[in-house]
């Protein structure tokens, strides 16, 4: 596979019983996010963002070794509480290689007081790094769907 080709995109969902508006909140806070975001795996310290088109926004964090990893991108939608997509660079790449800016779009949709969040991932090259991520999206939906529920 050429090195710029693109793989399949990872696209998951979870239904959230909370309001539209709390869940996403949730996932776009800098207040909410590092309340939940990393589980018992690792924490998000810190999160600094500006929810507009072009806005930046960056997230601290520390891993459970102590490693300190920053993942950070810009805002290419914002539409208050029904999407919002980004691109998303992590810094835990390999040493001497540049990181893979991806993109991340969450979609929500509300009925019956149960939120659909889905989430969708692309723009990946590399089909371990996009397997890991489709690994973790799965955690991290349950991670936000337990914290919008409380």
């Avoid at 080709?5 to 909410?32: G, W």
């Avoid at 997509?85 to 009925?111: C, I, M, Q």
């Avoid at 007081?113 to 692309?122: I, W």
Wanted: glycine share 8%; no cysteine; net charge negative.
């Amino acid at each position: 596979m050429a090195a710029t080709e693109t793989l399949p995109a990872i696209v998951e969902s979870i239904d959230i019983k909370a309001p539209i508006e709390a869940v996403f909140a949730a996932v776009t806070d800098p207040d909410q996010l590092p309340q939940w975001w990393g589980g018992d795996q690792y924490g998000v310290d810190k999160m600094e963002r500006d929810l507009r088109v072009g806005g930046a926004w960056r997230t601290f964090g520390t891993g459970r070794d102590g490693s300190r990893f920053t993942v950070s991108g810009r805002y290419t939608v914002v539409d208050p509480p029904h999407a919002v997509e980004f691109t998303w660079a992590h810094d835990w790449h390999e040493a001497g290689t540049a990181p893979n800016e991806t993109v991340v779009r969450y979609d929500l949709s509300e009925k019956a007081g149960v939120t659909t969040l889905r989430v969708t991932h692309s723009g990946f090259t590399d089909a371990t790094d996009r397997d890991n991520h489709a690994r973790g999206w799965i955690v991290v939906l349950a991670w936000v769907r337990d914290f919008a529920q409380r």
